[in-house]
């Protein structure tokens, strides 16, 4: 353990990228029922969870980099909405990314405008503590982007909520599946949109 804590930090003063898993591979078996039709993955940082039909949207050169596939269409999230119209996709996938934001509800607010009716949207993020414990364990680094402490399937599916009461939506939640994948939380919700 104090071994890899070494190399890491070596690593990282200089430089070097590893290539890893990503916490898509993880999961993929678990969301992939869900991810039918056209659909995106926001974030993908290399590893779409698709690789025919799904649009890859991230950073123009991501920062993640967990795989080799391409960026088709090029957002920072955090300066600008998603350049996509509204009910375009029949599923929106995101995967470690929504944790970054401080304004979880904007963030689900696009996410939601580009989906479909009856469109699902798959999230996966950190159980934070969950996940605080297992860097403690491993010597793995923490992320720094990651902003909210109590982040988790409760504080995930509140914001929802009220992203959903805002903009007169219905929500079915499909799937969870709650840190029984090391501190991955995974939600799948069928969103329906009313006029």
Do not use: W
């Not at 982007?145 to 009220?162: D, P, Q």
């Amino acid at each position: 353990m104090i071994v890899r804590k070494i190399k890491n930090r070596v690593n990282k003063l200089l430089g070097i990228r590893h290539k890893h898993g990503s916490e898509t591979a993880k999961v993929r078996h678990l969301v992939l029922p869900y991810c039918n039709g056209l659909g995106c993955d926001v974030g993908f940082g290399g590893d779409k969870v698709k690789k025919d039909n799904c649009l890859g949207i991230d950073f123009k050169k991501p920062y993640a980099f967990a795989g080799d596939d391409k960026v088709d269409i090029a957002c920072d999230l955090s300066k600008e909405s998603i350049p996509v119209q509204d009910n375009y996709f029949d599923y929106v996938y995101s995967s470690h990314l929504i944790e970054d934001f401080p304004d979880t509800e904007r963030v689900l607010e696009d996410f939601m405008r580009i989906l479909k009716s009856n469109g699902h949207l798959i999230l996966v993020f950190s159980d934070q503590p969950e996940y605080e414990k297992t860097c403690l364990a491993t010597g793995q680094p923490l992320n720094t982007y990651h902003v909210h402490k109590n982040m988790g399937s409760k504080f995930m599916l509140e914001a929802m909520n009220r992203v959903n009461q805002r903009h007169n939506y219905t929500m079915e939640v499909l799937l969870t599946s709650d840190c029984e994948i090391d501190y991955n939380v995974v939600i799948v919700a069928r969103i329906q949109k009313h006029s």
